[in-house]
């Protein structure tokens, strides 16, 4: 048995190398994205002329070319250093959708379409920005007084099952859709019930039985509001008060499920919080502070308003205004509003540091490997082809009626996209998610290779002690091929006439018990970014990564822990009054990137840059 892992392992160590080093970005973000030399604009030309080519009639075949060309959408990247990036924009606009009798006939940055559950994540960042931390952890019960009833009445029977732990359920879990309560709360529209009472043979086609309208009238006094949008008198409890008793999907905290109905909760959560209407709420936290002025909480119905607007089905269903839904799907926006919002996250303009750090972390996992969820962040893993390293993607999908949205946020990179659609016969959704697949492709290896050109440029090279009283140099490089780790390779490293760098990967190799026992690697020895202060102090802390990674092997889940998992194995493992040894801190220009110094701290030492 020994003997077969033995081989197990000895066949895989030759495997391509998995990259699987510190999360996080490899370089700084680039900060050219939009001159003609930068990767990423040569990348945006490639995706633009796909999609030329698919509006021709090619490009990504018939049904690319249909769902395109059938489509009204507007798409731009946003950057925190490269402001031009924005300028890297491309708007279609649909045969229908011209032709329309309302609504826009030019699409540009500034067009409005309605966001539909992008809403979810603009709700949540005002709640960020005006909530207490302890705030997120109250329970429903506390703010709906029928969900308080409901728990009293059903607390001496309790049933897990049929009735909704409301008061275990915190206004965090609701926003992170970890509730486990329904997605709508109520039947709508599509609901096999409501089909039925106006076609019985849909029940048929089921084998349901015929349903008391009666009874589901009663039940949810917002039925009506929220099917056909007709009257505004649904208020906020009474829609609570028809879900009270609706039966859970999973426990409380448990597993994520998408829900609308949690939103609509959230929106009345918010205003019972803060005492402020969701109206008031959205423009005191974010609309004003960033100069959103053409995202609306409500339907644009004014003349200079709407005939910016994509209307790409009829005015009912486009502006259709339920006020307590607007917190899950009932914004209006424009890719520039939205690209406001995403550098403003990127920038942390109107939460502190730590806050969006954490804002930014998932609260859960999915059934799938490369998707996770926070608040409510749609987080998706992006595994880059060359080398594989993980780069989170931040994503808030919105697919409702005619309109699709996304925005996206990589802080990675410092930098996003928002693509907004809209389609009278409704492939919207597919349109804008082909697009983005089109872009991610091309556009995020781009990224990862502007930043190591940038980082070459402002990096790399030879640093010697300033005036070179001591015989200390330490030389970076940045690998030349995309296919190699990242971040920078000590390829030399002497103080005071030791050769460190010898030293350094014998002793990695050991902090690691690797089967079979791995040779020292000097160029195993790489730096990345940890700290990044580039905004206020204008420097950049690294720290070493990992050791040679061979990353995932079947069936060795324990034991490959402490080779893959470097946060925890290799890091802050050598230090010197407490400072890692291989911490180096550069200072750099605010501007362009570019070294001024390289300070190594545990060597009390600061080292410039040979020119
Ligand atoms: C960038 O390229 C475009 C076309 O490829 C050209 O029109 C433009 O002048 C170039 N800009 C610069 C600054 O070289
Ligand atoms: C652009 O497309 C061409 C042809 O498909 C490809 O060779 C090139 O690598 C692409 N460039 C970028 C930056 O994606
Ligand atoms: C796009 O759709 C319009 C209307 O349906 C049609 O006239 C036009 O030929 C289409 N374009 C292409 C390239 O198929
Ligand atoms: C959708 O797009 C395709 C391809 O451009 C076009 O042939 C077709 O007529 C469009 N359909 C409608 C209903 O506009
Ligand atoms: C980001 O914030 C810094 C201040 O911390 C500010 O100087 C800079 O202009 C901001 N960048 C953008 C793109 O808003
Ligand atoms: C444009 O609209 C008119 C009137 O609504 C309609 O008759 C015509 O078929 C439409 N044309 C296209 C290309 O959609
Ligand atoms: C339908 O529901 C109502 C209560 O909402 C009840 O009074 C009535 O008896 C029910 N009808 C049938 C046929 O079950
Ligand atoms: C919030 O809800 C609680 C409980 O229902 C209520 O006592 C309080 O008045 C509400 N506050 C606001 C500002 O609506
Ligand atoms: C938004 O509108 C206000 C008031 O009309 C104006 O002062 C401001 O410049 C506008 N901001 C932007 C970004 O257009
Ligand atoms: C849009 O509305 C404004 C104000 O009502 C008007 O000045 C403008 O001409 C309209 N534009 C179009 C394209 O209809
Ligand atoms: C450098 O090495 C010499 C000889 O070992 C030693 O005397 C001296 O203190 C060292 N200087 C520093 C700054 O480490
Ligand atoms: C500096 O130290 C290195 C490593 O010990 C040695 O090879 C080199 O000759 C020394 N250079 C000088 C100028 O002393």
Same mark, same amino acid.
């Given at each position: 048995?020994?003997?077969?892992?033995?081989? /197990?392992? !000895?066949?895989?160590?030759?495997?391509?190398?998995?990259?699987?080093?510190?999360?996080?970005?490899?370089?700084? =973000?680039?900060?050219?994205?939009?001159?003609?030399?930068?990767?990423?604009?040569? #990348?945006?030309?490639?995706?633009?002329?796909?999609?030329?080519?698919?509006?021709?009639?090619?490009?990504?075949?018939?049904?690319?070319?249909?769902?395109?060309?059938?489509?009204?959408?507007?798409?731009?990247?946003?950057?925190?250093?490269?402001?031009?990036?924005?300028?890297?924009?491309?708007?279609?606009?649909?045969?229908?959708?011209?032709?329309?009798?309302?609504?826009?006939?030019?699409?540009?940055?500034?067009?409005?379409?309605?966001?539909?559950?992008?809403?979810?994540?603009?709700?949540?960042?005002?709640?960020?920005?005006?909530?207490?931390?302890?705030?997120?952890?109250? *329970?429903?019960?506390?703010?709906? =007084?029928?969900?308080?009833?409901?728990?009293?009445?059903?607390?001496?029977? =309790?049933?897990?099952?049929?009735?909704?732990?409301?008061?275990?359920?915190?206004?965090?879990?609701?926003?992170?859709?970890?509730?486990?309560?329904? $997605?709508?709360?109520?039947?709508?529209?599509?609901?096999?019930?409501?089909?039925?009472?106006?076609?019985?043979?849909?029940?048929?086609?089921?084998?349901?039985?015929?349903?008391?309208?009666?009874?589901?009238?009663?039940?949810?006094?917002?039925?009506?509001?929220?099917?056909?949008?007709?009257?505004?008198?649904?208020?906020?409890?009474?829609?609570?008060?028809?879900?009270?008793?609706?039966?859970? $999907?999973?426990?409380?905290?448990?597993?994520?499920?998408?829900?609308?109905?949690?939103?609509?909760?959230?929106?009345?959560?918010?205003?019972?919080?803060?005492?402020?209407?969701?109206?008031?709420?959205?423009?005191?936290?974010?609309?004003?502070?960033?100069?959103?002025?053409?995202?609306?909480?409500?339907?644009?119905?004014?003349?200079?308003? !709407?005939?910016?607007?994509?209307?790409?089905?009829?005015?009912?269903?486009?502006?259709?205004?339920?006020p307590i839904t607007t917190p899950s799907g009932g914004i209006y926006s424009t890719i520039n509003d939205l690209s406001k919002i995403g550098i403003s996250i990127l920038n942390s303009t109107l939460l502190p540091v730590d806050r969006t750090n954490r804002w930014l972390q998932p609260v859960s996992f999915t059934g799938d490997l490369h998707y996770a969820l926070g608040r409510p962040w749609e987080i998706y893993r992006y595994v880059h082809p060359d080398n594989n390293v993980v780069t989170n993607i931040y994503t808030k999908l919105g697919d409702a009626g005619s309109y699709a949205s996304l925005l996206v946020v990589i802080?990675?990179?410092?930098?996003?996209?928002?693509?907004?659609? /809209?389609?009278?016969?409704?492939?919207?959704?597919?349109?804008?998610?082909?697009?983005?697949?089109? !872009?991610?492709?091309?556009?995020?290896?781009?990224?990862?290779?502007?930043?190591? $050109?940038?980082?070459?440029?402002?990096?790399?090279?030879?640093?010697?002690?300033?005036?070179?009283?001591?015989?200390?140099?330490?030389?970076?490089?940045?690998?030349?091929? /995309?296919?190699? #780790? =990242?971040?920078?390779?000590?390829?030399?490293?002497?103080?005071?006439?030791?050769?460190?760098?010898?030293?350094?990967?014998?002793? !990695?190799?050991?902090?690691?018990?690797?089967?079979?026992?791995? *040779?020292?690697?000097?160029?195993?020895?790489?730096?990345?970014?940890?700290? $990044?202060?580039?905004?206020?102090?204008?420097?950049?802390?690294?720290?070493?990564?990992?050791?040679?990674?061979?990353?995932?092997?079947?069936?060795?889940?324990?034991?490959?822990?402490?080779?893959?998992?470097?946060?925890?194995?290799?890091?802050?493992?050598?230090?010197?009054?407490?400072?890692?040894?291989?911490?180096?801190?550069?200072?750099?220009?605010k501007k362009t990137g570019k070294v001024f110094s390289l300070s190594l701290p545990a060597y009390e030492i600061e080292l410039v840059r040979n020119e």
């Open positions: 048995m020994r003997v077969i892992n033995t081989l /197990a392992f !000895l066949v895989l160590y030759w495997a391509p190398t998995v990259h699987a080093g510190l999360p996080g970005a490899s370089y700084p =973000p680039p900060r050219d994205i939009s001159s003609n030399s930068s990767s990423v604009s040569a #990348a945006w030309k490639n995706v633009t002329k796909i999609l030329e080519q698919t509006l021709a009639g090619e490009g990504l075949g018939l049904v690319g070319s249909s769902l395109l060309n059938n489509s009204t959408f507007s798409m731009g990247l946003f950057s925190l250093y490269d402001k031009d990036a924005s300028f890297l924009q491309y708007h279609h606009i649909s045969p229908s959708t011209l032709n329309g009798t309302f609504g826009t006939t030019h699409v540009d940055s500034d067009t409005i379409y309605r966001v539909a559950s992008v809403s979810k994540l603009i709700t949540t960042y005002a709640g960020m920005v005006e909530l207490e931390d302890n705030d997120w952890n109250t *329970p429903l019960t506390k703010i709906y =007084p029928s969900l308080q009833k409901f728990i009293q009445t059903t607390s001496t029977d =309790p049933d897990a099952v049929r009735n909704i732990g409301w008061d275990k359920i915190t206004v965090g879990d609701i926003a992170a859709h970890i509730g486990g309560i329904p $997605r709508l709360g109520l039947p709508v529209a599509s609901d096999i019930a409501l089909l039925g009472t106006a076609d019985p043979s849909t029940l048929k086609v089921w084998g349901l039985p015929t349903p008391n309208v009666t009874q589901f009238v009663d039940q949810y006094p917002c039925l009506k509001d929220l099917q056909f949008g007709t009257d505004t008198e649904c208020g906020i409890q009474d829609y609570v008060q028809g879900i009270a008793s609706n039966p859970p $999907r999973y426990l409380p905290g448990n597993s994520p499920l998408y829900s609308d109905s949690g939103f609509f909760l959230l929106g009345g959560a918010l205003s019972n919080l803060t005492g402020k209407s969701m109206d008031d709420l959205y423009r005191e936290a974010l609309f004003k502070p960033l100069g959103l002025n053409n995202t609306l909480s409500n339907p644009p119905t004014k003349p200079e308003l !709407l005939n910016r607007t994509v209307i790409a089905s009829t005015l009912e269903t486009d502006l259709i205004n339920v802080p990675d990179f410092d930098f996003g996209f928002t693509i907004l659609g /809209a389609s009278s016969l409704g492939v919207q959704t597919q349109a804008i998610q082909l697009i983005a697949d089109q !872009l991610t492709n091309s556009i995020m290896p781009a990224l990862m290779d502007q930043a190591r $050109r940038e980082a070459f440029k402002n990096l790399a090279g030879i640093y010697t002690h300033r005036g070179k009283a001591l015989n200390t140099s330490v030389t970076l490089t940045v690998p030349s091929s /995309a296919k190699s #780790a =990242p971040g920078l390779v000590i390829s030399k490293w002497v103080s005071n006439s030791t050769d460190v760098i010898d030293q350094l990967a014998k002793t !990695l190799v050991h902090l690691v018990p690797h089967i079979p026992q791995r *040779p020292a690697n000097r160029n195993m020895v790489r730096i990345v970014p940890t700290i $990044r202060d580039i905004a206020s102090s204008g420097q950049i802390a690294f720290q070493m990564e990992t050791v040679d990674p061979t990353g995932p092997i079947q069936g060795h889940m324990f034991s490959e822990m402490y080779n893959v998992g470097s946060w925890v194995s290799t890091i802050d493992q050598l230090t010197y009054h407490d400072i890692p040894i291989n911490e180096f801190v550069f200072s750099v220009d």
